[in-house]
């Protein structure tokens, strides 16, 4: 791809560089969970908490004792309480971010009586169905109330409203939808749809809104899986649009509610199925998108990854080369459409009797990387999917996907569940960290006149001419489809231009409105192989 040379500006001093070549796929890092207990950090706290660190034997009642004793002997300037409040909030690390719930914006309505000694606020997590809101709320409690002068905390935890953070014009049915997760294996007969429905449920234990999308049309699962009590979409006239049948809370759409049965269609009539189906019907503000993706990876899988703002994929498989091969495609699959793949889940390893464990298709790919079945881990090193799950060949987990009660519902505290639940925890905590990273992946920076790029997947950041970028649109208007030569010239572009906004559109590109009104998508790869800005003068401080 041509590179057009961005001329240096008299207005902007800086340093332009080539762009690295990319040099593959990085394997994201887990953080380290909560409190910095460093002595050296803890010496520059207030008085009061680390008083209380060091006496960590001392009743909770006795400290708010102590403490209120300690406020009422204090002098508290005007305008403190809130800095002392939010220096003990921001001792709390969020573990999926890696940065405090200050910085990240979680702490919300917060009103302060200082001579009362009364603090309250709000912590609004990127989910409800957050696995660490219970350690956030009762570490927020315990810190303000460690602050001296405070005698009362009261804390209220929420979650954001659903929204989906890509940008563009999407169907009015996904509008409200914050993450939606597909469920594929690209292969029939390993356990997809019983992942998908218990995974679904699981997230909806966890506290989240949740819906199941049944994409398979040709053999619609969720009719079994699943008893509703009305098992028959229905059509809203006044919209034209289709409203979900319910079990459990969850909200559920298959072809086999349609009264059809099974398909007989094809290819681009059933694309057209799904579409209809999936962006017409009346979804509501969901938290997390189920979508149990059928076999293959042909028309109906590739239209579901274009039309769809897709967050995330879960792999399923067995302990079989035969299934991972048919896995391999499907990864490559997403991960030409920035799908990225966060779970690979195992199904049928292993089952228990007479107390010994045996394994019916080989003894465990996941933990036994060197016999044959080593597919398994190239496909993660290739890849770059960290979290694993197996789950045992069970007749109550087979049974459950005949009876029409999931498994995870019929009963929560077995050692299914369990795993389910990890899988869940696994899940929202990826969809938050991928949300972050798309969300501030490119931005612009006024103080210094330039783009801020923070690819997803990577730790570098490097900054960009926004008259480059411009300069370098691939599209129609910029470069003649039939001769590839550049139409936009070098000219045409003010140096001193300024994008009006940047959004992000899927998990491959940004969307970039300028001040003639054209808008611009730019995909991180093309990003990349820019000419940057080296050595930027930072902003004089007012």
């Known amino acids: ?252 759409v298959s072809f086999g509610f349609a009264g059809q049965g099974r398909a007989i269609m094809r290819g681009p009539m059933v694309s057209g199925v799904i579409n209809q189906l999936l962006t017409t019907t009346e979804w509501g503000e969901l938290d997390y998108l189920v979508i149990d993706m059928p076999p293959g990876t042909g028309d109906i899988q590739l239209t579901l990854c274009q039309v769809v703002p897709l967050t995330a994929a879960v792999i399923v498989t067995t302990p079989q080369k035969l299934a991972f091969i048919d896995v391999a495609k499907g990864v490559r699959m997403f991960s030409k459409l920035k799908v990225p793949c966060v779970a690979v889940v195992e199904n049928m390893c292993h089952f228990d009797a007479d107390g010994k464990r045996y394994y019916p298709f080989g003894r465990g790919s996941v933990f036994y990387p060197n016999n044959r079945f080593c597919l398994y881990i190239q496909v993660v090193q290739q890849f770059g999917i960290p979290h694993l799950f197996d789950l045992p060949i069970r007749p109550t987990l087979s049974a459950s996907g005949d009876s029409g009660v999931p498994e995870v519902a019929a009963d929560p505290q077995g050692d299914v569940s369990k795993i389910f639940q990890e899988l869940g925890v696994c899940v929202v905590q990826q969809c938050a960290k991928i949300r972050q990273q798309v969300s501030t992946a490119v931005s612009y920076d006024k103080s210094i006149k330039a783009i801020r790029v923070k690819v997803p997947d990577s730790d570098e950041e490097f900054l960009l001419h926004p008259a480059t970028v411009r300069r370098n649109d691939r599209s129609a208007k910029s470069v003649d489809e039939w001769t590839g030569e550049q139409t936009l010239q070098y000219t045409d572009v003010l140096e001193d231009i300024e994008p009006e906004d940047i959004r992000p559109m899927g998990n491959y590109a940004v969307s970039i409105t300028w001040p003639d009104g054209f808008s611009q998508i730019a995909p991180y790869d093309q990003l990349q192989t820019l000419e940057r800005l080296i050595d930027v003068p930072q902003p004089t401080p007012v």
């Open 1 to 252: 791809m041509k590179i057009l040379q961005a001329q240096s500006s008299p207005k902007l001093p800086f340093l332009i560089s080539k762009a690295p070549k990319n040099g593959g796929l990085l394997l994201p890092r887990k953080s380290s969970l909560l409190l910095n207990s460093n002595p050296c950090v803890a010496s520059q706290r207030h008085e009061r908490f680390n008083w209380l660190l060091l006496n960590s034997s001392i009743s909770s009642s006795i400290s708010t004792r102590a403490a209120s004793v300690e406020a009422n002997t204090s002098k508290i300037t005007a305008g403190t309480g809130e800095k002392d409040v939010l220096k003990a909030l921001s001792q709390i690390i969020d573990p999926d971010f890696g940065t405090d719930i200050v910085s990240c914006g979680f702490v919300k309505d917060l009103d302060i009586n200082e001579e009362a000694g009364e603090v309250s606020f709000r912590l609004e997590l990127t989910t409800p169905a957050c696995p660490v809101k219970d350690m956030f709320e009762k570490q927020a409690n315990e810190l303000v109330a460690a602050v001296p002068w405070v005698r009362k905390v009261s804390v209220t935890m929420s979650a954001q409203p659903a929204k989906p953070v890509y940008a563009g014009e999407l169907p009015m049915g996904l509008q409200a939808i914050s993450n939606i997760i597909a469920v594929s294996s690209c292969k029939g007969g390993v356990g997809k749809s019983t992942v998908a429905v218990n995974l679904a449920y699981t997230l909806a234990d966890m506290g989240a809104r949740v819906g199941i999308f049944d994409a398979d049309v040709y053999g619609p699962s969720l009719p079994t899986m699943v008893s509703p009590e009305n098992r028959l979409l229905e059509m809203n006239p006044e919209k034209k649009t289709i409203i979900p049948t319910e079990y459990l809370g969850v909200k559920l």
